[in-house]
Protein backbone atom coordinates (compact mmCIF):
# COMPACT_ATOMS: atom_id res chain seq x y z
CA UNK A 1 0.00 0.00 0.00
CA UNK A 2 1.48 3.58 -0.94
CA UNK A 3 1.39 5.99 1.63
CA UNK A 4 -1.69 8.66 2.10
CA UNK A 5 -1.52 11.62 0.15
CA UNK A 6 -2.86 15.17 1.53
CA UNK A 7 -5.19 17.21 -0.44
CA UNK A 8 -6.04 20.91 0.02
CA UNK A 9 -9.28 21.69 1.12
CA UNK A 10 -11.09 24.54 -0.77
CA UNK A 11 -14.26 26.36 -0.15
CA UNK A 12 -15.72 28.98 -2.38
CA UNK A 13 -17.09 32.35 -1.49
CA UNK A 14 -21.11 32.47 -1.78
CA UNK A 15 -20.51 35.52 -2.69
CA UNK A 16 -17.77 36.05 -5.27
CA UNK A 17 -14.92 36.59 -3.43
CA UNK A 18 -11.44 34.62 -3.52
CA UNK A 19 -12.08 30.84 -2.85
CA UNK A 20 -10.88 30.53 1.07
CA UNK A 21 -7.93 28.08 1.67
CA UNK A 22 -9.61 25.57 4.94
CA UNK A 23 -6.02 23.59 5.21
CA UNK A 24 -5.53 19.96 4.28
CA UNK A 25 -7.07 17.07 4.94
CA UNK A 26 -5.44 13.20 3.68
CA UNK A 27 -6.85 11.59 1.05
CA UNK A 28 -7.80 7.86 0.29
CA UNK A 29 -4.64 5.98 0.22
CA UNK A 30 -3.76 4.55 -3.19
CA UNK A 31 -3.48 0.60 -3.01
CA UNK A 32 -1.17 -1.32 -5.90
CA UNK A 33 -2.82 -3.57 -7.94
CA UNK A 34 -2.52 -6.85 -7.11
CA UNK A 35 -0.70 -9.15 -9.70
CA UNK A 36 -2.77 -11.05 -11.72
CA UNK A 37 -2.63 -15.15 -11.29
CA UNK A 38 -1.44 -17.03 -14.12
CA UNK A 39 -4.27 -19.45 -15.60
CA UNK A 40 -2.58 -22.68 -15.32
CA UNK A 41 -1.91 -24.33 -17.87
CA UNK A 42 -0.59 -28.37 -18.00
CA UNK A 43 1.84 -30.01 -20.40
CA UNK A 44 -0.84 -31.99 -22.12
CA UNK A 45 -2.67 -28.74 -22.96
CA UNK A 46 0.39 -27.33 -24.18
CA UNK A 47 1.77 -30.12 -26.50
CA UNK A 48 -1.82 -29.96 -28.32
CA UNK A 49 -1.50 -26.20 -28.71
CA UNK A 50 2.30 -26.53 -30.23
CA UNK A 51 0.61 -29.27 -32.53
CA UNK A 52 -2.16 -27.49 -33.69
CA UNK A 53 -0.55 -24.13 -33.91
CA UNK A 54 2.23 -25.73 -36.02
CA UNK A 55 -0.91 -25.85 -38.83
CA UNK A 56 -2.57 -22.80 -37.96
CA UNK A 57 -1.57 -21.22 -40.95
CA UNK A 58 -2.39 -23.99 -43.43
CA UNK A 59 -6.04 -24.71 -41.53
CA UNK A 60 -6.84 -20.94 -41.39
CA UNK A 61 -5.89 -21.00 -45.47
CA UNK A 62 -8.29 -24.13 -46.08
CA UNK A 63 -10.84 -22.80 -44.16
CA UNK A 64 -11.02 -19.19 -46.09
CA UNK A 65 -10.27 -20.85 -49.60
CA UNK A 66 -13.78 -22.94 -48.85
CA UNK A 67 -15.44 -20.18 -47.28
CA UNK A 68 -14.29 -17.75 -50.73
CA UNK A 69 -15.29 -20.52 -52.96
CA UNK A 70 -18.63 -20.81 -51.63
CA UNK A 71 -19.48 -17.21 -52.85
CA UNK A 72 -22.24 -15.08 -51.34
CA UNK A 73 -23.47 -18.16 -50.45
CA UNK A 74 -21.25 -18.74 -48.00
CA UNK A 75 -20.54 -22.14 -45.41
CA UNK A 76 -21.24 -22.49 -41.61
CA UNK A 77 -18.66 -24.11 -39.33
CA UNK A 78 -20.03 -27.83 -39.65
CA UNK A 79 -20.20 -27.63 -43.58
CA UNK A 80 -16.31 -26.85 -43.52
CA UNK A 81 -15.26 -29.11 -41.18
CA UNK A 82 -17.27 -31.83 -43.40
CA UNK A 83 -15.76 -30.45 -46.76
CA UNK A 84 -11.84 -29.89 -45.73
CA UNK A 85 -11.80 -33.21 -43.14
CA UNK A 86 -10.46 -31.10 -40.58
CA UNK A 87 -11.72 -31.72 -36.86
CA UNK A 88 -14.81 -28.77 -35.47
CA UNK A 89 -12.64 -27.23 -32.93
CA UNK A 90 -9.80 -26.69 -35.08
CA UNK A 91 -12.29 -25.01 -37.63
CA UNK A 92 -13.12 -22.85 -35.02
CA UNK A 93 -9.87 -21.36 -33.92
CA UNK A 94 -9.04 -20.90 -37.74
CA UNK A 95 -12.51 -19.28 -38.07
CA UNK A 96 -12.21 -17.19 -34.90
CA UNK A 97 -8.95 -15.91 -36.34
CA UNK A 98 -9.62 -15.39 -39.72
CA UNK A 99 -12.81 -13.07 -37.98
CA UNK A 100 -9.68 -11.04 -35.91
CA UNK A 101 -8.02 -10.38 -39.30
CA UNK A 102 -10.98 -9.32 -40.59
CA UNK A 103 -11.03 -11.46 -43.75
CA UNK A 104 -14.85 -13.13 -43.30
CA UNK A 105 -17.71 -12.27 -41.22
CA UNK A 106 -20.84 -13.20 -39.84
CA UNK A 107 -23.57 -11.44 -41.75
CA UNK A 108 -26.11 -9.72 -39.69
CA UNK A 109 -29.65 -9.87 -41.05
CA UNK A 110 -31.15 -7.52 -38.32
CA UNK A 111 -31.76 -6.90 -34.66
CA UNK A 112 -34.05 -8.63 -32.32
CA UNK A 113 -36.09 -6.56 -29.34
CA UNK A 114 -33.96 -6.23 -27.40
CA UNK A 115 -31.12 -4.78 -29.97
CA UNK A 116 -29.09 -8.12 -29.85
CA UNK A 117 -27.78 -8.82 -33.67
CA UNK A 118 -29.35 -11.69 -35.72
CA UNK A 119 -27.24 -13.48 -37.88
CA UNK A 120 -27.93 -15.44 -41.40
CA UNK A 121 -28.61 -18.97 -40.57
CA UNK A 122 -28.85 -21.93 -42.51
CA UNK A 123 -29.87 -24.99 -40.37
CA UNK A 124 -29.68 -22.68 -37.55
CA UNK A 125 -25.80 -22.21 -37.71
CA UNK A 126 -24.10 -19.11 -38.65
CA UNK A 127 -23.42 -18.74 -42.23
CA UNK A 128 -19.81 -17.46 -42.55
CA UNK A 129 -18.99 -15.07 -45.91
CA UNK A 130 -15.91 -13.74 -47.12
CA UNK A 131 -15.17 -9.82 -46.11
CA UNK A 132 -15.68 -8.59 -49.87
CA UNK A 133 -19.59 -10.01 -49.64
CA UNK A 134 -20.18 -7.36 -46.79
CA UNK A 135 -21.98 -4.60 -48.74
CA UNK A 136 -22.13 -6.23 -52.47
CA UNK A 137 -25.37 -8.39 -50.63
CA UNK A 138 -28.48 -7.53 -49.10
CA UNK A 139 -28.56 -10.07 -45.95
CA UNK A 140 -32.14 -9.09 -44.86
CA UNK A 141 -33.64 -10.29 -47.65
CA UNK A 142 -35.87 -13.17 -46.74
CA UNK A 143 -34.83 -16.76 -47.64
CA UNK A 144 -31.19 -16.71 -49.74
CA UNK A 145 -28.75 -13.72 -49.95
CA UNK A 146 -29.68 -11.31 -52.84
CA UNK A 147 -27.11 -9.25 -54.66
CA UNK A 148 -27.12 -5.48 -54.75
CA UNK A 149 -24.48 -4.76 -57.57
CA UNK A 150 -22.13 -6.55 -59.94
CA UNK A 151 -19.48 -6.88 -57.10
Same mark, same amino acid.
Request: charge should be positive; include cysteine; aromatic fraction near 2%.
Given at each position: ?? @????????????????? &??????? #???????????R? /? =????? &?????? $??? +?????????????????????? &????????????? #????? $???????????? @???? !????? /??? +???????? =??V +? !?????? $????? @???P $??????
Open positions: MT @PSRTATVVMDDLWGGPP &RRLGTAP #SEPVEAAAPQKR /K =VHSTQ &REGHAR $VLA +HADTLDGRCLEEIRRQGAHGAT &RQEIAATCDIAIN #SVCGA $VDRLMKGDLIIE @PITG !HDATG /KPE +HFRRQRCK =VL +H !HTYQNA $VDWRA @PGQ $VRTSAA
